[in-house]
């Protein structure tokens, strides 16, 4: 089977190592599904074209013999269906790391990335400045709900799954504002994940096409 994703020629240092084709590199990674990369930039983006592919112009997009899809939660499930190591193969255990993707999507990133917002993007802001505590509080009351679920156990389910994968992926963006720090068995957690082989070749692969194509 060929698999194909997109991802960005090139993005500014402060985004590397967090575009959102990592999840699917990940996940392929995980499941041992060689794949192939179709590099966009800004103009590709914009192209009808590629809006076809992913109506947003976003990355990632992906498509495999059978399949053409967007949105990096539905890909990294769809690849979940295909191996073991991203799903029990179990209906009740596919239902449950599904759960999991869905929260990490929903009911934490847009807590996370709201903090994030007004705690480093726009941080010398007068208004940022103002809606950091009521961001951090809301932020809080999630990550508090998660820890306390995760608990002692290494995973989520008490084995990895795709729910992780993109937790992960999702809790790593809070490092260096130190939003994480307070949640001692969350961050021990994040860097489990991160410490899986798995990963290292999904952000050295992405990592190496921001190399190759470093503006002169
Ligand atoms: N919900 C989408 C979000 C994708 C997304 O935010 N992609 C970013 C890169 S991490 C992007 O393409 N940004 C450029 C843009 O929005 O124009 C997903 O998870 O796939």
Same mark, same amino acid.
């Given at each position: 089977?060929?698999?194909?994703?997109?991802?960005?020629?090139?993005? /500014?240092?402060?985004?590397?190592?967090?575009?959102?084709?990592?999840?699917?590199?990940?996940?392929?990674?995980?499941?041992?599904?060689?794949?192939?990369?179709?590099?966009?930039?800004?103009?590709?983006?914009?192209? %009808?074209?590629?809006?076809?592919?992913?109506? $947003?112009?976003?990355?990632?997009?992906?498509?495999?013999?059978?399949? %053409?899809?967007?949105?990096?939660?539905?890909?990294?499930?769809?690849?979940?269906?295909?191996?073991e190591t991203l799903a029990p193969r179990d209906e009740a255990g596919?239902?449950?790391?599904?759960?999991?993707?869905?929260?990490?999507?929903? *009911?934490?990133?847009?807590?996370?990335?709201? $903090?994030?917002?007004?705690?480093?993007?726009?941080?010398?802001?007068?208004?940022?400045?103002?809606?950091?505590?009521?961001a951090e509080a809301l932020l809080n009351q999630r990550l508090a709900?998660? *820890?306390?679920?995760?608990?002692?156990?290494?995973?989520?389910?008490?084995?990895?799954?795709?729910?992780?994968?993109?937790?992960?992926?999702?809790?790593? %963006?809070?490092?260096? *504002?130190?939003?994480?720090? /307070?949640?001692?068995?969350?961050?021990?957690y994040r860097a489990r994940c991160e410490a899986r082989p798995a990963?290292?070749?999904?952000? %050295?692969?992405?990592?190496?096409?921001?190399?190759?194509?470093?503006?002169?």
């Amino acid at each position: 089977m060929t698999i194909r994703l997109t991802a960005f020629r090139w993005v /500014p240092p402060f985004a590397q190592g967090y575009v959102r084709d990592l999840r699917i590199r990940w996940a392929l990674e995980e499941a041992g599904l060689p794949y192939e990369v179709t590099l966009i930039d800004p103009q590709i983006q914009a192209s %009808e074209s590629y809006r076809q592919w992913q109506p $947003f112009g976003q990355v990632p997009a992906y498509r495999d013999d059978h399949v %053409e899809m967007f949105e990096s939660g539905a890909i990294v499930l769809h690849i979940a269906a295909m191996s073991e190591t991203l799903a029990p193969r179990d209906e009740a255990g596919r239902a449950r790391a599904t759960s999991w993707v869905i929260a990490a999507l929903n *009911s934490i990133e847009p807590f996370a990335q709201n $903090f994030i917002q007004v705690a480093e993007f726009h941080a010398g802001e007068a208004w940022a400045q103002a809606q950091r505590a009521p961001a951090e509080a809301l932020l809080n009351q999630r990550l508090a709900g998660l *820890s306390a679920w995760l608990g002692d156990k290494d995973y989520l389910e008490g084995r990895f799954t795709a729910g992780d994968l993109i937790m992960t992926t999702v809790l790593r %963006e809070l490092v260096n *504002s130190g939003a994480l720090a /307070p949640f001692a068995n969350l961050d021990a957690y994040r860097a489990r994940c991160e410490a899986r082989p798995a990963f290292g070749r999904a952000m %050295e692969a992405q990592m190496q096409t921001f190399r190759e194509n470093a503006p002169a």
